[in-house]
């Protein structure tokens, strides 16, 4: 046989040999790969979770038009919008929620797991008191009741502590500013 014919021989060899074990080892290699990429990028998300600074709340405070304000942390997530005041003991002083929609609309709120009365306003977009309901009693059993929807439609809704809308003097059609407090 001549040297050409020995180096093809050898060559077809390791052609034919390498294909078996090749993909195995290549397909290892990959999976291996693929589940430190995993891991890798669960303990960056976790690790964000701890490192991340939280935002905290912003808070808009709402002027009255007899001067009284109110320091509304708003209701700007998710869990906000659905659990309002929930599971909290107490309201700072002059404080509350504001709830900012993202439409108008006929926007009903319950008061469930609530642990204190609340005095519920609903605004329209032009910032005007629509509807007023004072003392809503907190609920911790289902069936809660719902509040409003007001009569017509609104884009904004304030909780505050039971008493408040007396001590601000709030009437229907009350024109409210919007500050960001920064």
């Given at each position: 046989m001549g040297h050409w014919a020995q180096q093809r021989k050898r060559a077809s060899v390791t052609i034919t040999m390498a294909p078996d074990q090749a993909p195995?080892?290549?397909?290892?290699?990959?999976?291996k790969r693929i589940i430190m990429m995993i891991l890798l990028a669960l303990l960056l998300m976790s690790a964000s979770v701890f490192l991340v600074e939280r935002k905290e709340s912003s808070v808009i405070v709402v002027t009255f038009p007899n001067g009284v304000e109110l320091e509304a942390e708003v209701a700007d997530t998710p869990e906000k919008?659905?659990?309002?005041?929930?599971?909290r003991d107490?309201?700072?002083?002059?404080?509350?929620?504001?709830?900012?929609?993202?439409?108008?609309?006929?926007?009903r709120v319950t008061t469930k797991e609530y642990?204190?009365?609340?005095?519920?306003?609903?605004?329209?977009?032009?910032?005007?008191?629509?509807?007023?309901?004072?003392?809503?009693?907190?609920?911790?059993k289902d069936p809660c009741p719902f509040f409003g929807p007001p009569p017509e439609s609104v884009r904004y809704v304030i909780q505050a502590e039971s008493g408040f809308i007396k001590k601000a003097g709030v009437a229907k059609n009350d024109e409210l500013k919007y500050a960001l407090r920064m």
């Open positions: 195995a080892s290549n397909r290892e290699q990959r999976k919008l659905l659990f309002g005041l929930a599971f107490v309201l700072p002083p002059n404080g509350g929620m504001l709830y900012i929609f993202e439409q108008n609309g006929m926007h642990r204190f009365p609340v005095d519920i306003l609903w605004v329209d977009e032009s910032h005007h008191v629509v509807h007023i309901l004072e003392h809503a009693e907190p609920c911790a």
